[in-house]
């Protein structure tokens, strides 16, 4: 999936959280978006998830404006910082979960699930077994089957190993 955030700005009050970003995601390209606490990450995170609408600007996901569609037609998961699993799911059933709650036309087969979810253990680099229920640290994997993932960082995350998955940093301007 591609993301393409164009001259994206937001306010909150009188605070100026984002000021004409624009970002360019390729498919399959891994992007981090660093800066300081309050610099608009979260913020430009949530715009492109469809979780904020930006006061001006527009989201294109795969060439398509979707600035304001409704967040579930948007195929983009979030990973929350405070995440919250389904302790009581293996780490494989908490990754199967959101194609298994799509629409029946838009739900995969079983087989299908079971692919994607493998798919997505890779991605993660994830080698564990999926069947041992799922530690919160785990969170990262569960991205609902979305075509696209945006995510913030989780304080608990191995360093070594979220650098490895995001090695291209991005400085908004």
């Known amino acids: 999936m591609s993301i393409e955030a164009r001259n994206i700005s937001h ?23 660093l800066g300081p606490s309050g610099s608009g990450k979260t913020t430009l995170l949530r715009i492109i998830a469809g979780l ?20 579930q037609r948007r195929r983009v998961g979030f990973v929350f910082q405070h995440y919250a699993l389904f302790n009581h799911l293996t780490i494989f059933e908490n990754i199967a979960f ?9 739900r995969p087969l079983e087989g299908g699930i079971r692919d994607r979810v493998r798919e997505l253990l890779a991605l993660v680099q994830l ?7 799922a530690p919160q640290v785990l969170a990262d994997a569960c991205i609902k089957g979305a075509e696209g993932l945006v995510e913030q960082q989780h304080p608990g995350l191995d360093r070594e190993r979220t650098r490895k998955r995001h090695p291209l ?3 908004a301007r």
């Open 11 to 33: 306010r909150f009050g009188s605070y100026q959280a984002l000021d004409g970003i624009d970002l360019t995601v390729e498919p399959g390209q891994l992007v981090a978006l």
């Open 127 to 133: 080698v564990v077994k999926p069947t041992k229920p």
């Open 98 to 106: 959101g194609l298994r709650v799509r629409p029946r036309r838009q």
């Open 52 to 71: 904020e609408h930006p006061d001006k600007g527009a989201v294109y996901l795969d060439g398509v404006d979707t600035t304001r569609e409704p967040t």
């Open 169 to 171: 940093p991005l400085a």
